[in-house]
């Protein structure tokens, strides 16, 4: 089936404008894909156009002021010894001071590696050793967990605290004693080679297995990440403002530290604690224009509007990503805010953005084809590419610049790569006869009773259409004769009044014998969640197992 891939012409025009002047400047062919400089152009730009606000001390920070503390760290990175390669860890709250290193960074080819800031001394341990940073900047409470693991990793980095510490130098410290005061106008950036030189490592949710990090290098993030873009009308300025309701680490974030500059929009986020009533308070105040959510924040904040309130129309678009997004979603959150378009953002951080183009599709659908990415579907069974429609099959992809794979981990790298480039996702897709793209599983999370297999999103969906459901997740209880036992965690509104009977009812009146709740329903008061906000697959299978022993 030959379905032609889509291509946004006001964009690829946009960003071949900025490219070719880049390059011209410099005149180096392949600066076009050097993500550092098109952002250093892209800040001179506008200088005063304002970049960042932080929503929890409501202070904000324009195009002009970034660029000339970048380059100020940029004094400080040379003085410190770093070089094209070396690699630096972001692991602070949302504050303004986190794109500083961050921009410094992609203007000389220094490796940034955003992690969990809540990680412990023995988590630490494990990024440091595999990640061997050269500075790593945190939080004053986090300083002593990160100098512990940096000596228990061997490695010769050094701690930076973004908030003052007894314990180290803090960030402003640094910038004073290390940055000088350069010209913007006479600053260069490095050069090098964009389609080998490594721009991010990007952490990948862990939902079901261990974490690792993305490879992504200069020419990936130029080509897919810009594609984020795709919803534009008018360029450069594609929307207004961002809500960032994610730490850095992941994609959801990192997409509006990567882009914003390029397409102009402001980016709001904050160094308070992200609670409910804070994300209401911004959005209130501040009227963002574009969000990224994961289906259960999206699910907790419109319960919470419920009873508090809460403007949502301020939005232009939501995209939903992360895990699977049910009709039901989307519709409640269009009946909150009729004239913002709420998508599935189907993306992958070891691609470094959206997969799809994911606007004028079916409601299901999370996108169609884009013309820059190559895609087939293959049956996990055979191996044979699945080319039918309505046929279910594993999503493989190629990218422009190749996907590169996962950093110091050779071993998933191979796995998840084929010798002639084919990155193999390890998610089940099928498309229909327009080549709208429909997501249906994780092929890991697929439950296998007897010789049936089944889909705990299959599941979830139907359960949460029972009135009084919140949230719902699906997993499987081990069993010796039958394989799996799907077992559903329910966390019930809390005004409602529904029984694991209510649960199973539901499940044996929409879905055949085989997909019957045999491993049982647990009622919650909350599910386990990873700090993406991604459901913990991993937890729920260590609880299925424990429930099971228990029963």
Known sequence: MKITGY??????KYMSEITSRVAAESGIPSDRYHFGKLVLQSLKDDPDFLMQTDGGTGESETNGSVLKRSIRCVACFKKLGLKI????????????????PFYAALFEGIIIAAIDKTLGVSELNDVFSANKPKLIFCQGDKVQDAKKALELAGGDGRVISYDRSPDTISFSDMMEIYGEDIDVKDYKAADFDPEE???LVVATSGSTGLPKAAILTHK???????????????FPRITKCSLIVSPLQWL?????YLVGP??????LQTSAELTTEHIFDMINKYRPTLLISSPPTMITLLKEAETKECDFSCFEIVFLAGSAVSDHLKATLQSRAPNTQVVNGYGMSEIGGIVFFPYDVPLSSCGKPFAHMQYKLMNVETGEEVKEPHKIGELWVKAPGGVRGYYNYPLETAEAITKDGWYKSGDLHYRDEDGNYYF?????LLLKYRNHQISPVELEEVIQKLPGVLHVAVSGVPDPDCGELPIAFVVPRPEADITEKDVKNIVKENLTDTKLLRGGVVMLKELPLLPSTKLDRTKLKQWAAAFAKKN
């Not at 291509?7 to 690829?12: G, I, V």
């Not at 390029?262 to 980016?267: A, K, L, V």
């Not at 249906?440 to 890991?444: A, D, N, P």
């Open 262 to 267: 390029i397409f102009q929009y402001s980016r």
């Open 220 to 234: 990936n993030i130029t080509v897919s990440s810009t594609y984020f873009g795709s919803f534009g009308k008018k």
């Open 7 to 12: 291509k946004h012409e006001l964009l690829d």
């Open 252 to 256: 959801s974030a990192l997409i509006h």
């Open 440 to 444: 249906v599983e994780r092929l890991k």
């Open 197 to 199: 030189t490594i721009a």
């Open 85 to 100: 390669g070396d690699v630096i860890i972001l692991m602070g709250a949302n504050n303004l001071d986190q794109a500083i």
